[in-house]
């Protein structure tokens, strides 16, 4: 079993930042694979962003290029998503989740963590 904690979410005003983290524990951080994903009201859950197990691969979902930086620190148990020039849509849940296979199906998720962008 992995467990999932998130924080750093909040309200931020158009084009501010924010950085949300994942702290994990339970099994070994370092062989799996993290990735975090995002639902808003009305909309199902889409990718944002996964990091290899060490980190030496990252892929972004499309909206959120430039924007968005994934990363983990295997010595600490903890990924870290930095969300800068947020825009309105960005607004949503946002949950981290562990996979035991890069580009598999992830078997561990958060509770999420909401992030709310006003115009």
């Known amino acids: 079993q992995v467990q999932l904690v998130e924080s750093g979410g909040g309200l931020v005003q158009a084009g501010g930042s924010l950085r949300l983290s994942c702290a994990a524990s339970?099994?070994?951080?370092?062989?799996?694979?993290m990735g975090w994903f995002r639902q808003a009201p009305g909309k199902e859950r889409e990718f944002v962003a996964a990091?290899?197990?060490?980190?030496?691969?990252?892929k972004y979902a499309d909206s959120v290029k430039g924007r968005f930086t994934i990363s983990r620190d295997n010595t600490r148990n903890m990924v870290v998503l930095q969300m800068n020039s947020l825009k309105p849509e960005d607004t949503a849940t946002y949950y981290c989740?562990?996979?035991?296979?890069?580009?598999?199906?992830?078997?561990?998720w958060g509770q999420g963590t909401q992030v709310t962008v006003s115009s």
């Open positions: 989740a562990a996979s035991a296979v890069w580009r598999g199906n992830y078997d561990y």
């Open positions: 339970g099994r070994t951080f370092s062989n799996y694979a």
């Open positions: 990091i290899s197990e060490r980190g030496g691969i990252t």
